[in-house]
């Protein structure tokens, strides 16, 4: 079946510009998480969305940071007015969570490499 | 979550057993024993979990101390494929925590000698 997507695969922005990331999350996930790399170094938690529950926000790095979830399906990560430091690859996961149980596979997209200039 | 602490790059030659340890001396009762692995310019994947006993699946084996302070990754035959940054990553299975993060160090970078 179909993996997580997310798009664009690239984006190249200038200092200052907004940019909107999407991921698709596998159907029927009902948790998608966020997390950014930048280069040479782990992945970062930046925020969690599960169902109808508000999200955990609590790994956004600014208020320049925003995501939302729309129908509990596809997820939107807005950067406003980005930062150099805002450069790093956005990696989107979703995964079931089955009730009562600490397993909890993420399954992974490939990735948004982000580049500001 | 508690710490984990992996050498940071291991190599190996193809089709011999490789073996990448993981030390987590604060693991407390309730955390799992993740190993996620991503391949040059992917997302992470999933490889192995476990609690307390040895698990073996398709990708690898999991064998865990008995004190839980350590625990290794464990690769039959290793094939050029193989070739990725390994995590070792606990995570908390009590529920009301943030339990659904995984917190990712920086691993072990692989290389497969062919």
């Known amino acids: 079946g179909a993996g997580v997507s997310q798009s664009p695969s690239n984006k190249v922005t200038e200092k200052g510009k907004d940019v909107e990331l999407r991921c698709d999350p596998i159907?029927?996930?009902?948790?998608l998480y966020w997390y950014r790399q930048s280069l040479g170094q782990g992945l970062e938690f930046l925020i969690y969305f599960q169902g109808n529950s508000a999200p955990d926000k609590s790994g956004l790095p600014s208020d320049r940071f925003s995501a939302e979830r729309t129908g509990g399906s596809v997820s939107t990560l807005t950067i406003q007015r980005t930062q150099q430091e805002d450069s790093a690859v956005y990696l989107c996961?979703?995964?079931?969570?089955?009730?009562?149980?600490?397993?909890?596979?993420?399954?992974f997209g490939p990735g948004t490499r982000l580049t500001v200039l | 979550d508690a710490k984990t602490t992996q050498p940071n790059s291991m190599e190996s030659n193809e089709e011999e057993p490789v073996h990448l340890p993981c030390n987590h001396s604060?693991?407390?009762?309730?955390?799992?024993i993740h190993w996620y692995r991503q391949l040059p310019s992917q997302g992470p994947e999933y490889v192995i979990h476990?609690?307390?006993s040895n698990v073996n699946n398709r990708m690898a084996s999991l064998a865990i101390a008995e004190d839980r302070k350590s625990s290794t990754l464990i690769l039959h035959r290793a094939t050029l494929r193989d070739a990725a940054v390994y995590y070792c990553i606990l995570r908390d299975v009590n529920s009301g925590g943030s339990n659904y993060k995984l917190t990712f160090g920086k691993g072990t970078l692989l290389t497969v000698n062919p």
């Open positions: 476990g609690l307390t």
């Open positions: 159907s029927g996930h009902t948790a």
């Open positions: 996961a979703s995964s079931i969570l089955p009730p009562g149980a600490g397993y909890n596979e993420q399954f």
């Open positions: 604060t693991i407390s009762g309730t955390d799992y």
